[in-house]
């Protein structure tokens, strides 16, 4: 069942390894860090929109850059704009929706992290577990709905265009 080890030593540095592997964990999911456990948590989606500042009392805060989602919405509104056909255009970028997508993403996920941050450092254990819920099943339950509304959405489409005809 079990691996036979050579020495006491080799045994000794394996168990190592492994305290230092789980207190990395635990420091992810305790949110010690905001930044990088939301990384972890989004797939790298919310790092161009975080950054950490030092405030007045010498204590790190993750802070939302504004900047860099206003230059996003402002090229897409202006790759709409400058499209030649305005019609289709608008259109195609209506069913694309990359900016806004991007920006509701970030949004649902800030939001679900911050309740999740909330009850996980909650004294209440059924807080706890609520927490650590949240973390593994909220991204599972909104990729389901958002599949289900992008079905209903192409059949509203699918039908009002049959309709037109």
Same mark, same amino acid.
């Given at each position: 069942?079990g691996?036979n080890? +050579?020495s006491? +030593?080799?045994?000794?540095?394996?168990?190592?390894?492994?305290?230092?592997?789980i207190?990395d964990l635990?420091?992810?999911? /305790?949110? %010690?860090n905001t930044k990088?456990?939301?990384s972890?948590?989004?797939?790298?989606l919310?790092? $161009?929109?975080? $950054?950490e500042?030092?405030d007045?009392?010498?204590?790190? %805060?993750?802070?939302i850059?504004?900047?860099?989602i206003a %230059?996003q919405? /402002?090229?897409?509104?202006?790759?709409?704009?400058?499209?030649?056909?305005? @019609?289709v255009?608008?259109?195609?970028? @209506?069913f694309?929706?990359? !900016?806004?997508?991007? &920006? &509701?993403?970030?949004?649902v /996920?800030a939001l679900? !992290?911050n309740y999740a941050k909330?009850?996980m450092?909650?004294?209440?254990w059924?807080?706890?577990v609520l927490g650590?819920?949240? &973390?593994?099943?909220a991204?599972i !339950?909104? %990729?389901?709905v958002?599949?289900?509304? +992008?079905?209903y $959405?192409? /059949?509203?489409s699918?039908?009002?265009?049959e $309709?037109l &005809?």
């Amino acid at each position: 069942m079990g691996r036979n080890y +050579e020495s006491l +030593e080799e045994l000794k540095r394996k168990k190592k390894l492994l305290k230092d592997e789980i207190h990395d964990l635990e420091a992810l999911l /305790t949110f %010690k860090n905001t930044k990088e456990s939301l990384s972890a948590f989004t797939n790298g989606l919310s790092d $161009q929109y975080l $950054q950490e500042k030092v405030d007045d009392d010498g204590e790190e %805060k993750t802070v939302i850059r504004k900047d860099v989602i206003a %230059k996003q919405l /402002t090229s897409e509104v202006k790759g709409m704009l400058l499209n030649k056909n305005t @019609a289709v255009g608008l259109a195609s970028s @209506a069913f694309s929706g990359n !900016a806004i997508d991007g &920006i &509701i993403k970030l949004g649902v /996920t800030a939001l679900v !992290a911050n309740y999740a941050k909330k009850n996980m450092k909650s004294s209440n254990w059924k807080k706890k577990v609520l927490g650590a819920a949240l &973390i593994y099943v909220a991204p599972i !339950a909104l %990729k389901f709905v958002r599949k289900k509304l +992008e079905n209903y $959405q192409k /059949t509203k489409s699918v039908s009002s265009m049959e $309709q037109l &005809i």
